[in-house]
């Protein structure tokens, strides 16, 4: 009888042990880990800030950061990330048209003026015939750039072309511009080779361009833009209540983010919540 009082006291002693270590495990599980991609600048730094309140909270947060718009949705859809946070929705939808994903936009978080860049030429009053002006090659933000440059005087748009202008709706070019349209990434790589470029923010501040200091010009903070472009919190559709996800949600939406982006970007990214 006293053997077995003994071995059911050790029992109970392991099973305490194993569920001490349990509560010390919270948030190292599967099911409180959340696995989010995003790009480096702004997206990644911000996301950063808010790990270790995810971990207060009891969620795990891990980071993978991508350098390009593409892999983010795709590695979403297999179910290799959880979340992304990268890009505004005209980019997202059109992403599921072409590839077929299911993408569902869920918080809007911030919005990352375009500029227009000085280079071989330092005011758009100096800009001469011919000079090169290089844009995003991608729709959402070839838009933006056209829209930017019709904006500052540079060109004439289709009336109504809106957020879906392309090269084609371009009716009046007073300067024959040679806009060139380039992989929005590689743009600040060439910068010394065209007189002007449209860059977006997260590229701009990676090369460490200012938007004060170096942009010649930028979208306005109540533009059409600001609302069409601001960057979302994705996740796959059928993942809109996730527990996790909804957590960095209510995170994110705080006055703490909110300073911490005014205070780090001065401008260059704008937070919209």
């Known amino acids: 009888m006293r053997r077995t009082t003994i071995i059911a006291v050790a029992l109970i002693f392991a099973l305490s042990l194993l569920m001490f270590a349990g509560c010390g495990r919270r948030g190292s599980g599967p099911?409180?880990?959340?696995?989010?991609?995003?790009?480096?600048?702004?997206?990644?730094?911000?996301?950063?800030?808010?790990?270790?309140?995810?971990?207060?909270?009891?969620?795990?947060?891990?980071?993978?950061?991508?350098?390009?718009?593409?892999?983010?949705?795709?590695?979403?859809?297999?179910?290799?990330?959880?979340?992304?946070?990268?890009q505004h929705t005209p980019y997202m939808n059109r992403f599921n048209a072409e590839h077929g994903t299911e993408m569902v936009a869920l918080f809007a978080v911030h919005f990352?003026?375009?500029?227009?860049?000085?280079?071989?030429?330092?005011?758009?009053?100096?800009?001469?015939?011919?000079a090169i002006i290089a844009v995003p090659s991608d729709a959402t933000n070839a838009a933006r750039a056209f829209n930017l440059l019709e904006a500052n005087g540079l060109i004439r748009l289709r009336e109504g072309a809106g957020i879906m202008a392309t090269r084609m709706d371009i009716e009046h070019n007073p300067l024959n511009l040679d806009i060139r349209e380039l992989e929005a990434a590689q743009i600040p790589h060439i910068l010394p080779d065209v007189d002007m470029a449209v860059i977006n923010g997260n590229f701009a501040m990676q090369?460490?361009?200012?938007?004060?200091?170096?942009?010649?010009?930028?979208?306005?903070?109540?533009?059409?833009?600001?609302?069409?472009?601001?960057?979302?919190?994705?996740?796959?559709?059928?993942?809109?209540?996730?527990?996790?996800?909804?957590?960095?949600?209510?995170?994110?939406?705080?006055?703490?983010?909110?300073?911490?982006?005014?205070?780090?970007?001065?401008?260059?990214?704008?937070?919209?919540?």
């Open 207 to 273: 090369a460490g361009l200012s938007l004060e200091y170096d942009a010649v010009a930028a979208e306005e903070k109540d533009s059409i833009s600001a609302v069409t472009y601001a960057n979302y919190i994705v996740v796959r559709a059928g993942n809109e209540d996730d527990p996790r996800v909804q957590a960095l949600i209510r995170i994110i939406n705080s006055d703490a983010v909110r300073d911490f982006i005014n205070e780090r970007y001065a401008g260059r990214v704008v937070p919209v919540f």
């Open 31 to 86: 099911e409180n880990r959340l696995v989010i991609g995003a790009t480096p600048v702004p997206h990644t730094e911000i996301l950063e800030f808010v790990q270790d309140k995810m971990t207060e909270a009891g969620f795990e947060l891990q980071i993978r950061t991508f350098t390009d718009f593409v892999q983010p949705n795709l590695a979403t859809q297999a179910g290799d990330i959880d979340v992304n946070f990268f």
């Open 112 to 130: 990352e003026p375009l500029g227009l860049y000085r280079s071989r030429t330092q005011e758009i009053a100096d800009l001469r015939d011919g």
